[in-house]
């Protein structure tokens, strides 16, 4: 059964980089038919596409966001990871990695990981 | 952009049927994705591809998508199916492709 598991700093400075890290256990983060993404919830709000990224290293952006994220694949390790700089108060938020299936134009989150609560705050 | 509107709550007894809207500009023509969120846990897949369930989804659950509107629709609700719920599409229409969520729903039973 495929897991993810988020990680990283639970606290970061305001104008400094988050960065975090999600290791996908049980399948092969190289699988053709699926991308890797990351996700995230401000407390109370709703859900909010970072980006997403496929094991070649192909990526797509929020372009809301498109300035500030970086999202990057190890597949020696299984890993992906995402790193939002100049982050401020808005940008606190659980942040979710899931996988992405991939058919054509359908694209869809299954399954993801537990999230990890990201506090920006000096 | 692409913008998906839901409505904020939907307030069901138990046993009878609920019926969450996700409305956007000529939606029937994407492919749309449902999740359930309960407090404190991860989103979870319900429907994809519009109407099709992922094994262990009860088939209680079921979607549909037409026009400028996709709907789930949970029927004999029980206390456990009280969550937010959440559609998704990918918006490939311009140069830049990207995922859409919704508003988000919280389902409420009464």
């Known amino acids: 059964q495929l897991q993810l598991q988020e990680s990283g700093p639970g606290l970061v400075k305001p104008s400094e980089t988050l960065s975090l890290t999600c290791t996908v256990s049980?399948?092969?983060?190289?699988?053709?038919?699926?991308?890797w993404g990351w996700i995230r919830q401000p407390p109370g709000k709703g859900l909010e596409w970072i980006g997403s990224?496929?094991?070649?290293?192909?990526?797509y952006y929020n372009p809301s966001l498109k300035s500030r994220v970086t999202i990057s694949v190890d597949t020696s390790k299984n890993q992906f990871s995402l790193k939002l700089s100049s982050v401020t108060a808005a940008d606190t938020a659980v942040y979710y990695c899931?996988?992405?299936?991939?058919?054509?134009?359908?694209?869809?989150?299954?399954?993801w990981g537990q999230g990890t609560l990201v506090t920006v705050s000096s | 952009s692409y913008v998906l509107t839901q409505p904020p709550s939907v307030s069901v007894a138990p046993g009878q049927t609920a019926r969450i809207t996700c409305g956007g500009n000529?939606?029937?023509?994407?492919?749309v994705h449902w999740y359930q969120q309960k407090p404190g846990q991860a989103p979870v897949l319900v429907v994809y591809?519009?109407?099709d369930r992922p094994s262990g989804i009860p088939e209680r659950f079921s979607g549909s998508n037409s026009g400028n509107t996709a709907t789930l629709t949970i029927s004999r609700v029980e206390a456990g199916d009280e969550a937010d719920y959440y559609c998704?599409?990918?918006?490939?229409?311009?140069?830049?492709?990207?995922?859409?969520f919704g508003g988000g729903t919280k389902l409420t039973v009464l």
């Open positions: 000529n939606i029937g023509s994407k492919s």
């Open positions: 899931a996988r992405l299936a991939v058919a054509g134009t359908l694209v869809w989150f299954d399954p």
């Open positions: 998704q599409v990918w918006d490939s229409s311009s140069d830049h492709p990207y995922v859409v």
């Open positions: 591809d519009d109407s």
């Open positions: 990224i496929y094991y070649s290293g192909s990526t």
């Open positions: 049980g399948g092969s983060i190289s699988s053709s038919s699926y991308y």
